[in-house]
């Protein structure tokens, strides 16, 4: 082969090696493009934060998952999920702040209800009595008889209007008793509930892929 053959040849051979090393970058570029940014991708530093057209995403664990591996989550992922979490353990703090409560509430009802029964007694012994007065005073002949027994009415008549003030205040603590108890039995399982749908949004918004 001529001088000029050869150095036709290596060039060629340099043109060739040229056009595949950029044949190379050609394909790699599109590759990195490729790999899409989006719920559960890998990525490496967590706190990382980056703008694609579909939102912003961030390098971190997710909250909802006991894995510690760094992927891109959007921001509403991220949020969704916090909030999720937070709702979880404060329907935990709560539910055990009613269990707690409610042997309160219990004694209160029961220690309530003793108390009205022991004042109706009383109310309706004053009731009797004040009755009795007033028959008393119609049928008084003297006037005497008449201031004793007209002062015995206002006295019993003052008395069962205490005693009914008291129940009616007995019952309207009963009521509340009563209305927080129903709240303690059955608002840890109404929150529960809150936390199960707060996570299924979250976990639909935070879908692999997305």
């Known amino acids: 082969m001529s001088t000029k053959g050869s150095f036709m040849l290596r060039k060629f051979a340099s043109i060739s ?11 790699a570029v599109p590759a990195d493009a490729s790999t899409k940014i989006s719920n559960g991708v890998a990525c490496k530093k967590s706190g990382q934060t980056t703008k694609t057209s579909g939102g912003t995403y961030r390098c971190t664990t997710n909250p909802l ?3 510690k591996r760094l992927t891109w989550l959007s921001m509403d992922c991220v949020t969704a999920a916090r909030d999720a979490v937070a709702a979880q353990r404060s329907a935990a703090t709560t539910a055990a702040n009613f269990k707690a409560q409610l042997p309160v509430i219990e004694l209160g009802i029961t220690t309530e209800t003793a108390n009205k029964a022991e004042i109706q007694v009383k109310l309706d012994e004053a009731n009797k009595r004040l009755i009795a007065a007033q028959a008393k005073l119609a049928a008084a002949k003297t006037d005497a008889d008449k201031r004793v027994l007209n002062n015995a009415v206002n006295s019993w008549t003052s008395a069962t209007r205490a005693y009914a003030s008291k129940i009616r205040n007995i019952d309207l603590t009963l009521r509340k008793l009563e209305t927080a108890k129903l709240a303690a039995t059955n608002k840890p399982a109404e929150l529960q509930s809150n936390v199960a749908d707060a996570r299924e949004s979250a976990k ?3 879908t692999k892929g997305f």
């Open 17 to 27: 090696v040229s056009l595949v090393v950029a044949g190379g970058v050609m394909f």
């Open 65 to 67: 998952s006991t894995s």
């Open 204 to 206: 639909l918004i935070c």
